[in-house]
């Protein structure tokens, strides 16, 4: 089971748009070097919604060969067509990725059912660690605990990234795991920086992380000590995150963190359409809330 601070890692792009390799791989050895516990490639904050396929797994071996087994890799590789998706998996299980990240169909609303049958399709045609993720704010469907009770009893299907924000309904999820996957296990990571602590505190077992593209080692140190039930480290640590938790998120991920990296030297300015640049009006709210953090930049 892989535990603690997983960073959601940006792609940086050239003005122009091209991914940038050579900041690419600066960004993967800083990662490492300061603690962080896996590297998600090709998430949301990836910018994966617009990089075409050839892309996208261009993108995962390149993270796959450059972390070279020092931490695990975890590849996004979900879509709203399962066909699609299987295709991303397969690749990114060819390549030596360590788990693939399946989020929720978008954009198609499929039923319960539908999620299950989707879900269920992908595990058995690829055989890898599979992390279901669940992030209705952009998906609009939304995976209820009941299906992934559902899903959790397939035997790859051994985890999942919770971006609901609900705490009371993650407790009423991993209350009820253990009675259906039995000595199997299933980790819940959640997806929300600013409820991360709260989730770990009540069982979760890490974080998929934005802030961490800033904090990488501050993230691990706050995720660790919180897995360990150090509260009061945990706690500390977390508090002095939250403008970060909070102001990443001014405008749609990954506008802010890609702003604040390339303010901190570590990345160009490139961001693709339909995303654009982070707003004169919101850059005093982020430097702010670096500065509070303790970014240095």
Same mark, same amino acid.
């Given at each position: ?10 792609t940086?792009?050239?003005p122009?748009g091209a991914?940038d ?5 600066r960004? %993967?050895?800083?990662h490492?070097a ?5 590297? #998600?490639t090709?998430?949301?904050t990836?910018?994966?919604?617009t990089l075409d396929?050839?892309?996208h ?8 060969k450059?972390?070279?087994g020092?931490?695990? #890799?975890?590849a996004?590789?979900? /879509?709203n067509?399962?066909?699609e ?6 690749h990114?299980?060819d390549?030596?990725a360590?788990?693939?990240?399946? *989020?929720v169909p978008?954009?198609n ?5 539908g ?6 399709? %992908? ?16 998906? *609009? $469907?939304d995976?209820k605990?009941e299906?992934?009770l559902r899903l959790?009893?397939?035997?790859n %299907? ?14 009423d999820?991993?209350?009820?795991l253990?009675?259906v996957?039995?000595?199997k ?9 600013d409820?991360a602590l ?16 800033l904090?990488p ?6 995720a660790?000590? $919180?897995?360990?039930g150090? #509260?009061?480290?945990?706690?500390a640590?977390?508090?002095r ?5 909070q102001?990443?998120f001014?405008e749609p991920?990954?506008v802010a963190?890609?702003?604040?990296l390339y ?6 300015s /490139? ?5 654009t640049p982070?707003s004169?009006a919101?850059?005093? #709210? ?5 500065r509070?953090?303790g970014?240095?930049f």
């Amino acid at each position: 089971m892989i535990q603690g601070s997983l960073v959601a890692l940006v792609t940086p792009m050239t003005p122009e748009g091209a991914v940038d390799w050579d900041a690419y791989e600066r960004l %993967i050895e800083w990662h490492i070097a300061s603690g962080t516990d896996g590297i #998600v490639t090709m998430g949301t904050t990836g910018e994966s919604p617009t990089l075409d396929i050839a892309e996208h797994n261009e993108v995962v071996a390149f993270t796959v060969k450059k972390v070279a087994g020092r931490v695990p #890799v975890i590849a996004g590789t979900g /879509g709203n067509s399962t066909a699609e998706a299987i295709e991303l998996t397969q690749h990114a299980r060819d390549v030596g990725a360590d788990v693939s990240l399946q *989020v929720v169909p978008y954009y198609n609303k499929p039923t319960q059912e539908g999620l299950y049958q989707h879900f269920k399709a %992908i595990a058995e045609a690829v055989n890898m660690p599979m992390w279901l993720y669940n992030v209705p704010g952009r998906t *609009v $469907a939304d995976l209820k605990n009941e299906t992934v009770l559902r899903l959790a009893q397939i035997p790859n %299907i051994v985890g999942l990234k919770d971006a609901t924000g609900d705490i009371a309904r993650a407790i009423d999820l991993l209350r009820r795991l253990p009675e259906v996957v039995g000595d199997k296990e299933f980790a819940v990571y959640s997806g929300n920086d600013d409820s991360a602590l709260a989730l770990m505190l009540v069982g979760g077992t890490g974080v998929i992380s934005v802030t961490a593209n800033l904090m990488p080692r501050e993230m691990h140190e706050m995720a660790s000590a $919180a897995v360990a039930g150090n #509260v009061a480290v945990a706690r500390a640590i977390n508090n002095r995150l939250m403008p970060l938790h909070q102001k990443l998120f001014c405008e749609p991920n990954p506008v802010a963190p890609k702003w604040a990296l390339y303010r901190m030297g570590r990345i160009g300015s /490139g961001i693709r359409l339909p995303l654009t640049p982070l707003s004169e009006a919101n850059r005093p #709210v982020v430097e702010k809330a670096m500065r509070e953090a303790g970014v240095e930049f």
